[in-house]
């Protein structure tokens, strides 16, 4: 099994499988729980999505993803490398249509936390298409950071495991503190403390990135702490002469204030250079968005912290975490430049 791990890497993937990924990948394809904590950047995904493709028999693999713009990323690439198929169940329409007439191409199946434990959600688990190989839960860390009053349905995952009986689960996340494991371990069943052998494999690798500072400042006025960002926004003649920020605020207003000075320091031709992203956008909104900073269109996006989470754009130059961060976690989230 190592060996088909190794080619699946080379061949699919285009390169050698790192320790950390071939341990959890041998781990789950043996029927372990594994919780996995590497740092973002580090392949995690492939984790999971390597999974169907080291098996001989078809099977899927069910991701729980917080975020819709992460799935349309994950899914976009898996296709476009192995020929297979993801998708992504967004309503109970859909989880009804895929259960009535399913794709037998398909491989990865991502739902909102809120879907894959609704009625219809449970129902797709009790009759899948196809045998699951594994339950995946992307960004775990949303289980103790969101589980308790804002996405309550993160918290009832692991009452799942009834239905899928001998169906190990993967956590991942790059937000890996202990108490952060701690939680997600539990709420998953992971472990069992009447039985001390009920332990799941754990990847706990360095979250420290050697091309990633951070730098603090003491909060002067929004125009001063920004004063940098603002400057080249301001001197810019197009949007390529602006290197792509992200700045993070955790209100609202504050965040559209932020987002107003910006704008208001644009030239004519570099207007829609700078964009918001918040919860109260439309889902299509926030995707336009996302896809405009992909493309290079959008050079600057003010948003809260769910913004960024597994997203894949290799070319931002900084980071803005414009005050106090709720938690630690949430700084090894977005990392980089840190004003206090």
């Known amino acids: 099994m190592e060996d088909r791990v190794k080619r699946v890497f080379k061949d699919v993937w285009g390169f050698e499988v790192r320790p950390d990924q071939l341990k959890a990948v041998l781990a789950a394809l043996e029927g372990k729980d594994v919780f996995v904590g590497m740092a973002t950047g580090k392949g995690k995904s492939l984790c999971f999505q390597s999974i169907p493709l080291c098996l001989t028999e078809p099977k899927l693999v069910v991701v729980v993803s917080p975020l819709r713009a992460l799935v349309r990323d994950q899914i976009h690439r898996f296709q476009t490398v192995t020929g297979y198929k993801g998708i992504h169940l967004k309503s109970a329409a859909d989880i009804r249509s895929f259960r009535e007439i399913p794709d037998k191409d398909v491989r990865l199946v991502f739902m909102a936390p809120e879907e894959l434990t609704s009625s219809e959600g449970r129902s797709l688990l009790d009759k899948p298409p196809l045998p699951i190989a594994l339950v995946a839960v992307d960004e775990a860390h949303c289980i103790p950071q969101w589980g308790t009053d804002f996405r309550t349905a993160f918290k009832n995952i692991g009452s799942l495991r009834a239905a899928l009986p001998g169906i190990p689960f993967m956590a991942l996340t790059a937000t890996a503190t202990a108490a ?44 001063e702490d920004l004063g940098p960002l603002i400057n080249m926004i301001r001197e810019a003649e197009g949007p390529a002469n602006i290197d792509k920020h992200i700045v993070y605020l955790g209100r609202k207003q504050k965040l559209m204030d932020v987002w107003g000075l910006l704008v208001s320091s644009c030239k004519p031709t570099t207007k829609g250079s700078v964009r918001a992203f918040h919860a109260d956008m439309s889902p299509k909104a926030k995707e336009d968005v996302l896809q405009g900073f992909r493309e290079g269109r959008i050079r600057v996006i003010v948003a809260s912290v769910a913004f960024g989470m597994g997203i894949d754009v290799p070319d931002v130059k900084g980071v803005v975490v414009y005050g106090m961060p709720s938690t630690t976690g949430q700084l090894y989230q977005v990392k980089w430049l840190l004003i206090l």
């Open 180 to 223: 952060v494991q701690k939680a997600v371990e539990k709420a998953l069943h992971m472990s069992d403390i009447m039985d001390p052998n009920k332990v799941p494999t754990r990847i706990m690798g360095s979250l420290n990135r050697d091309n990633i500072f951070l730098v603090r400042k003491k909060v002067k006025s929004m125009k």
